[in-house]
């Protein structure tokens, strides 16, 4: 495991470890059972597009979409890319572009058709260090992939901790 994924483990791991302080009736082997079960049944409704394709791809390996179980839960998500021209870097003019790529999803109840969680995610990348036409097309290309993989992951963060805030304490009485 390298250093950056340790560091970027460590919130998740102090919010688990708080929420494990108040409720440990809960081992963590069933909490595992438990988040598998319900990110699996989550249904990912299918984005649009090469960028949509990428983000909906990568959620559903990282939300165990293959594992057998009955949809609970939908999410619908809508992907925006917005990017600048120009930015200065330490009051300097470039030729350097900045592009955002911003996920909304909504966590919907199937069966009760409630809106659970509703939210944003957004991550930024630096693109024109490229000369040619043709390697800065390539360069806004491979930037849109990474910051729809990033942001599936993100997605599936905040929904683990919405699944984590709402778990209920296994009586085992």
Same mark, same amino acid.
């Given at each position: 495991?390298? +250093?950056?994924?340790?560091?970027?483990?460590?919130? /998740?791991?102090?919010?688990?470890?708080?929420?494990?302080?108040?409720?440990? !009736? #809960? %081992?963590?082997?069933?909490?595992?059972?438990?988040?598998? $079960?319900? /990110?699996?049944?989550?249904?990912?409704?299918?984005?649009? =597009?090469?960028?949509? @394709?990428?983000? %909906?791809?990568? #959620?559903? @390996?990282?939300?165990?979409?293959?594992?057998?179980?009955?949809?609970?839960?939908?999410?619908?998500?809508?992907?925006?890319?917005?990017?600048?021209?120009?930015?200065?870097?330490?009051?300097? *003019? !470039? $030729?350097?572009? &900045?592009?955002?790529?911003?996920?909304?999803?909504? #966590?919907? $109840?199937?069966? !009760?058709? $409630?809106?659970? #969680?509703?939210n944003a995610v957004s991550a930024n990348?630096?693109?024109?260090?490229?000369? *040619? &036409?043709? =390697?800065?097309?390539? !360069?806004? +290309? @491979?930037?849109? &992939?990474r910051l729809a993989k990033l942001l599936a992951e993100r997605v599936r963060r905040?929904?683990?901790?919405?699944?984590?805030?709402?778990? @209920?304490?296994?009586?085992?009485?």
């Amino acid at each position: 495991m390298s +250093l950056r994924n340790i560091i970027i483990g460590l919130p /998740l791991l102090f919010l688990l470890g708080g929420f494990l302080g108040g409720c440990t !009736s #809960l %081992s963590k082997d069933q909490i595992d059972a438990a988040m598998i $079960d319900r /990110l699996a049944s989550v249904e990912i409704l299918t984005l649009g =597009g090469r960028d949509g @394709q990428i983000y %909906s791809r990568n #959620l559903r @390996q990282t939300m165990f979409s293959n594992y057998a179980t009955e949809s609970e839960y939908r999410l619908a998500s809508k992907i925006s890319i917005s990017s600048s021209e120009a930015f200065a870097v330490r009051g300097v *003019s !470039s $030729d350097f572009k &900045k592009m955002t790529m911003t996920v909304s999803f909504t #966590l919907t $109840d199937i069966n !009760s058709n $409630d809106v659970l #969680l509703r939210n944003a995610v957004s991550a930024n990348a630096t693109l024109g260090t490229v000369s *040619s &036409k043709y =390697g800065n097309e390539q !360069s806004v +290309l @491979q930037a849109k &992939k990474r910051l729809a993989k990033l942001l599936a992951e993100r997605v599936r963060r905040r929904l683990q901790l919405y699944f984590l805030s709402t778990a @209920q304490p296994i009586d085992k009485t």
